[in-house]
């Protein structure tokens, strides 16, 4: 007779339950690649033929989260075949409800991993645009929020209370962002100006406190190289809240100018004066057509005023200003021509308190001076 018939009949039972329960367990985690390819291959052939662009990422999230599962089956299939008491078994009962939990919380999380990889993934399969600097911040932002609501759940479904833990998550959470305020500041406001874009590196932009070219925008500061060379690191917070003239956006430019005729002129020669203004600007390439504006707007206090407005079609300043500089040039070749003079401001003077003193005695006291 051997050992194993010696047992009593209980404990013959109890082995050969024990027995079948790891059986059941060797058995399905030897099978766990057939099975999960025999649940997930009709999914994946779904998702061939269909035509929405994020099956394949969620199938490739599923396939961990589907082994999990088939192992909460393995200790469910043992709990059954042990037959355990009431406390064994509400403990595997927890523990495979937590399995549970934790797969479907996988494929979750995966899903994050695989949808914010690009943001042109992320726009085609939710419709978000996001930049691509951003993407790192609400990756890790999603994934923290999954693990703490995992978390919650799991504890929870232990038994045990959660409120004095959020509570006490909640006070650390606010210590920590009083004590990092500026730091948090700083990087919405990088997530601001990397959302909105109201730069790019190498524009030239103007605020209140600098203007120059963009060199580097990082999490905490942008760093602006002014004309004179010198280099000014702003705060993302200060900056993300001013006001940015960004001059390399400009398509065009505006030339806005009065010409101030003195009043010697005739009615025929501003007449003259305002058709020839139209026509210089009609031919040039470089002007706008729609946007020509040439009128006698004014009888100034000394002048004839005639208003000049257009847009040239030149966004770099430099050649903007040599396209102005031969207009102002043809404007002045077209003065001279019409025998017209530019007004040049004067303003008489008068000081209180000093006698009138005749031109002619002014002349006769400079010359008998010595």
């Known amino acids: 007779m051997n050992l194993f018939d010696q047992l009593s009949e209980p404990t013959r039972n109890f082995l050969l339950r024990i027995l079948l329960a790891v059986l059941a367990l060797v058995i399905i985690w030897l099978m766990r690649r057939i099975i999960t390819r025999l649940i997930l291959s009709p999914l994946r052939r ?3 033929g269909s035509s929405l662009q994020w099956d394949e990422y969620v199938l490739e999230a599923a396939v961990l989260p589907g082994r999990l599962l088939i192992f909460a089956l393995g200790l469910y299939v043992g709990a059954q075949i042990l037959a355990l008491d009431l406390p064994a078994r509400l403990f595997v009962e927890n523990l495979i409800r937590s399995f549970v939990i934790i797969a479907i919380f996988l494929v979750v999380y995966r899903a994050v991993d695989l949808l914010t990889t690009t943001s042109t993934r992320l726009r085609r399969v939710t419709g978000v645009s996001v930049e691509d600097p951003l993407l790192p911040f609400v990756r890790t932002g999603i994934k923290i929020v999954i693990v703490a609501v995992l978390l919650v759940i799991v504890i929870g479904e232990w038994g045990y209370d959660v409120t004095g833990l959020i509570a006490g998550l909640g006070l650390g959470g606010l210590a ?17 100006i990397v959302g909105d874009r109201p730069f790019l590196v190498g524009e030239f932009i103007k605020t209140a406190d600098v203007e120059g070219t963009v060199e580097h925008v990082g999490l905490r500061s942008t760093r602006i190289r002014q004309n004179d060379q010198a280099l000014v690191s702003i705060p993302n917070s200060k900056l993300a809240s001013s006001a940015i003239l960004n001059w390399s956006r400009l398509s065009k430019r505006w030339v806005n100018m009065t010409l101030r005729i003195e009043y010697h002129a005739t009615r025929q020669q501003i007449e003259a004066l305002l058709e020839r203004l139209r026509s210089m600007l009609r031919e040039r390439e470089s002007v706008q057509q729609d946007s020509i504006v040439v009128f006698f707007t004014n009888f100034g206090e000394q002048a004839i005023e005639v208003l000049v407005r ?30 017209l003079t530019v007004a040049v401001p004067n303003r008489p003077i008068y000081i209180e308190g000093t006698p009138n003193i005749p031109n002619d005695t002014l002349s006769n006291e400079e010359n008998t001076q010595p």
């Open 46 to 48: 779904a998702a061939q």
């Open 310 to 339: 257009c847009y040239i079609m030149i966004p770099g300043w430099v050649e903007y200003s040599a396209e102005k500089e031969r207009i102002n040039l043809e404007i002045m070749r077209i003065i001279e021509d019409l025998g």
């Open 176 to 192: 920590i962002s009083l004590a990092a305020q500026d730091t948090i500041s700083n990087l919405f406001g990088f997530s601001a």
